[in-house]
């Protein structure tokens, strides 16, 4: 069986995975709640748990933000803490929802929610307009590379549905998120608690012609052409049967990260470099001619190399250089600070190699975009930068260019405990750099 590029069936691609970020008490979860409820995306036993739950706090009508809030603690507090992921769909598209916290002392609970987001719905209070916390959300969206963002000004009920409240908080967020390199914002009005604008238009708002917030998600492309990406394969496993049915087959299995591989290609095996030329790519358990990401194959190579787990297949004429020494921009997600001379060990893709804390050169304020010299370590939930030196050379590319093999984590080798989730390369977009700022820190 031959299969083309072409043959990509449309169904397959329907899935948008989206964060969700908003500061204190901005209705982030009511949002959430309002959205799978309205697109008839609950089931009945949950909203009966919900409807009781909200009878026993004194509330008349079901609280639809406890839909998302599922951790005690969030209920009682009435905040998210953790990242709540929900599963929905609709006759359009399936979804992937990361319902991440809005506070400070949880950005990194942002940053793992938003990390594989391919849209981030970021909520503003209409009578607070754009705040620091806003900013934060935006910086961080960015520095993650998130190609699309939707601004949803909440509460427009409590403002009279005012379009110039509207107007004036969407001009200052999209000017800010262009000032970091952010290439698509779509602003929405929107009130949660009353559904203006989520699932239905409201009839309220009547001088706001754009989609709601559910017509935006269903319709937003985010299908991107794998034959634009560089190619790159790391190999989870040497499939080696030895058996009397398959003596001599040797086929080495994984998930494409990016780009499409072909038979005949000519390919390098990274870190050794050696060459060869793929004889033949199984999938699915027959062969085709033609595999692109994110799809799962088996790649047969003309010659017997060395191949393992950790090692990176990439065509040859667009082969990541190898390195051992890496500069990254982190968010360190543990308790425990990082500081320089910590010794960790440095997992990408599927390779793990040990490393070394040799500089921290800087650390980001999120609030307004400063950055302090030589912080001398990073705390849980800073984002800072890194220079570090691998025992083994890692083809790692920029961030930039591919979030799957431009990212890696920093595992402690005690405990195995996961320490910082780290981005190769240079913080924010190129736009960034035009306005004179210094986004790079």
């Known amino acids: 069986m031959t299969t083309t590029i072409d043959a990509v069936d449309a169904s397959a691609t329907s899935l948008l ?16 709640g309002r959205l799978l409820h309205d697109s008839k995306s609950v089931l009945a036993d949950q909203l009966a748990a919900v409807e009781h739950a909200s009878r026993s706090r004194g509330a008349t009508a079901p609280d639809l933000a406890l839909l998302t809030d599922g951790l005690r ?18 006759g359009r598209r399936r ?11 949880y950005t990194r609970n942002m940053v793992t929610g938003a990390s594989t987001a391919e849209l981030a719905l970021v909520l503003v209070d209409a009578r607070n307009g754009v705040v620091e916390q806003t900013r934060r959300h935006a910086a961080v969206a960015a520095l993650l590379r998130v190609p699309h963002v939707v601004l949803a000004v909440n509460k427009m009920d409590l403002v009279d549905y005012a379009e110039p409240v509207f107007a004036a908080i969407a001009e200052e967020f999209t000017a800010y998120a262009a000032s970091l390199g952010v290439p698509d914002v779509t602003a929405i009005p929107v009130s949660a608690l009353a559904g203006d604008n989520v699932v239905t238009p409201s009839a309220r708002m009547d001088w706001y012609g754009g989609p709601t917030v559910l017509e935006h998600l269903e319709t937003v492309p985010v299908v991107a052409d794998p034959t634009l990406a560089a190619a790159r394969f790391p190999v989870q496993y040497v499939i080696r049967p030895q058996s009397a049915e398959h003596p001599d087959y040797r086929g080495y299995a994984g998930q494409i990260a990016s780009g499409v591989l072909r038979v005949g290609e000519p390919v390098t095996v990274l870190p050794s470099g050696r060459t060869s030329v793929i004889a033949g790519i199984d999938a699915l358990g027959a062969p085709v001619d033609v595999a692109w990401a994110p799809q799962s194959v088996t790649l047969r190579l003309a010659d017997d190399l060395d191949v393992s787990r950790g090692d990176l297949i990439a065509p040859a ?3 990541p250089a190898t390195t051992r020494d890496v500069e990254a921009t982190v968010c360190h997600l543990a308790d425990r600070p990082l500081r320089v001379g910590d010794r960790v060990l440095l997992k990408h893709t599927t390779r793990t190699v040990k490393a070394i804390v040799k500089d921290l050169p800087s ?5 307004d975009l400063s950055h302090t010299a030589a912080p001398g370590e990073l705390a849980a939930n800073d984002i800072g930068r890194v220079v570090l030196r691998t025992s083994e050379p890692l083809a ?11 990212s890696f984590l920093l595992i402690d080798p005690a405990d195995g405990t996961t320490l910082t989730a780290g981005m190769a390369g240079t913080a924010f977009g190129a736009t960034a750099g035009d306005t004179g700022a210094e986004w790079d820190f």
């Open 317 to 319: 004429a667009a082969a």
């Open 396 to 406: 790692l590319d920029a961030y930039a260019d591919s979030r799957h093999t431009g």
């Open 95 to 105: 979804f992937i929802l990361a319902d991440t916290p809005g506070h400070v002392q």
């Open 363 to 367: 650390r980001l304020g999120l609030d």
């Open 17 to 32: 995975r989206f964060a969700t970020a908003g500061s204190v008490d901005d209705g982030k979860s009511t949002l959430v």
């Open 73 to 90: 603690a969030e209920r009682e507090q009435g905040i998210t803490i953790d990242v709540a992921y929900r599963y929905f769909a609709t």
